[in-house]
């Protein structure tokens, strides 16, 4: 069955650095989509992109962050000056269309020291 | 604004006896309802959905959901739950305000099963 890959599955940074995390969504998915999760805790939503272009994006998914489809295979997350409270496990999911359901990676823990 | 509550942080079982994992949602308009496991270090599965027709929905590994709209509430449940079972399980609701792109999850609840 399809799935969802991400890379690196750990990232440690220094606090100030940028990072990129990686994602390869499910190859005939339009939609795609960055949650964070802390602690275990909450899912939390920062961004949805469709046909190119950001579809949502949440309080989170402030100026630091940016999302890119390079390519038509890659989807990726920038942080641009990373934070110590960035530190959280980032997960990228897709979908197909219509209501399908996300798709989810199994995550970047990402580190920020 | 859609959201999705879940009622209790853990939940404790027998193994062998039935399990639910409450939610209640809020939504305007027709709920999109989602079930999803995570097992340790790994993403979140999906397990489930409601989005119309029958009010009982069966899923994946023997789960199935209730959707009750008079009480707003969308439980997970299994007649016979597995030590394997223990896992975080989260719902989540689809808003469909706006680009209806945005799903948003519970808080979670963790689910041990006792052998």
């Known amino acids: 069955e399809p799935e969802v890959t991400q890379t690196p599955s750990h990232q440690v940074t220094q606090m100030g650095q940028e990072v990129i995390l990686r994602c390869v969504p499910i190859?005939?998915?339009?939609?795609f989509y960055w949650y964070r999760q802390i602690l275990g805790q909450k899912v939390e939503f920062l961004v949805s992109f469709y046909n190119n272009e950001i579809s949502e994006k949440s309080e989170i998914f402030d100026d630091q962050f940016s999302v890119e489809r390079p390519d038509g295979s890659n989807f990726t997350l920038k942080i641009r000056s990373t934070k110590l409270e960035d530190s959280a496990m980032y997960f990228c999911a897709s979908r197909k269309d219509g209501n399908s359901p996300l798709h989810f990676g199994n995550g970047t823990r990402l580190t920020v020291t | 604004a859609q959201s999705v509550a879940q009622p209790e942080d853990q939940v404790n079982v027998a193994e062998g006896n039935p399990l639910t994992v409450k939610c209640t949602y809020s939504?305007?308009?027709?709920?999109?309802l989602f079930w999803y496991v995570q097992y340790p270090n790994r993403g979140l599965q999906f397990l489930l959905k409601y989005i119309t027709g029958d009010n009982l929905v069966k899923g994946s590994y023997g789960f199935e959901a209730e959707f009750n709209k008079s009480q707003t509430s969308f439980h997970l449940k299994k007649p016979s739950a597995l030590v394997s079972d223990s896992a975080l399980y989260f719902c989540?609701?689809?808003?469909?305000?706006?680009?209806?792109?945005?799903?948003?999850f519970g808080t979670g609840t963790s689910l041990t099963v006792i052998p």
């Open positions: 939504v305007s308009g027709n709920p999109y």
């Open positions: 989540a609701v689809r808003d469909m305000e706006g680009t209806g792109n945005q799903f948003y």
């Open positions: 190859s005939n998915h339009l939609y």
